[in-house]
């Protein structure tokens, strides 16, 4: 069983930053691909970045390109994503997810993540 808790939430006004950050207690980090997703009321949950167990391979969604970063760093088993330009479009509560790694170095589809975390509300205001 993989426990995640997120950390790093709260208010901030728009053009500023945040930073996320994912740990984990019983299992190592590193045999799990990563992601972090959003979601709002009434809208579907969504997939704003990822990155796999070797963290060569990462992936954003359109609209965070250039603008948020994921990282990872499994020595501390811990997974971040730093936001910058934030935008009141990116108010949601935030989740952090664990993939099993596969033997492949790939971003998995979402239905592979197993384990998340509780959520932690990023509040941007205009």
């Known amino acids: 069983q993989v426990v995640l808790v997120e950390s790093g939430g709260g208010l901030v006004q728009a053009g500023g930053s945040l930073r996320l950050s994912c740990g984990t207690s019983g299992r190592t980090l590193g045999n799990y691909n990563m992601g972090w997703f959003r979601q709002t009321p009434g809208k579907e949950r969504e997939l704003v970045a990822a990155?796999?167990?070797?963290?060569?391979?990462?992936y954003y969604t359109e609209s965070v390109k250039g603008r948020f970063t994921i990282s990872r760093d499994n020595a501390r088993d811990t997974a971040s994503l730093q936001m910058d330009s934030l935008k009141p479009e990116d108010t949601a509560i935030y989740y952090c997810?664990?993939?099993?790694?596969?033997?492949?170095?790939?971003?998995?589809?979402?239905?592979?993540?197993?384990?998340w975390g509780q959520g932690t509300q990023v509040t941007v205001s205009s």
């Open positions: 990155i796999t167990w070797s963290g060569r391979v990462t």
């Open positions: 997810a664990a993939a099993p790694r596969h033997l492949g170095d790939y971003i998995p589809p979402q239905y592979e993540y197993e384990y």
